[in-house]
């Protein structure tokens, strides 16, 4: 089965709002966990077995507080084995970035499905330490502190 077949079963067995983005290698969706809501977008490249999932923060960095939002996503991305955060400089752009390759294999739903939620669990997690280091001058190592201790 190709890749953009089990990731929209998976999309449309779980009732997603989803629209397919260009010549339909990318799939846009909005996501709100605990924390917050943000844009998800799906990659799909069956040339070279690949599926990615982007989740992208709607909020940019400031550019008084990029050092610091740097810092945090780089404590943040320490022993992450699945995915890890990415920080564009040029405009402040976050975005918690995952992927998986099965170049060769299968891809089942059940690994989609893990791909997906592991992204997604990941930036809710993080939402509120990234949003108070960007926006109430909290420091990268007092924000993860307190978003440890809400655990």
Known sequence: MALLDVVRRVLDDDEWNYEIVGDGA?????????HGSWRVFVGVDDDDGVVSVDSVLDQFAPDNRRSEVVELLTRANWNKRIGGFQFDYSDGEIRYHSAIDVEGGDLTQKMFTNLLFSNLATTDRYYGAVMAVCYAKVDALSALLAMEDED
């Open 26 to 34: 990318l799939l846009r969706m909005r996501f709100t966990g605990e």
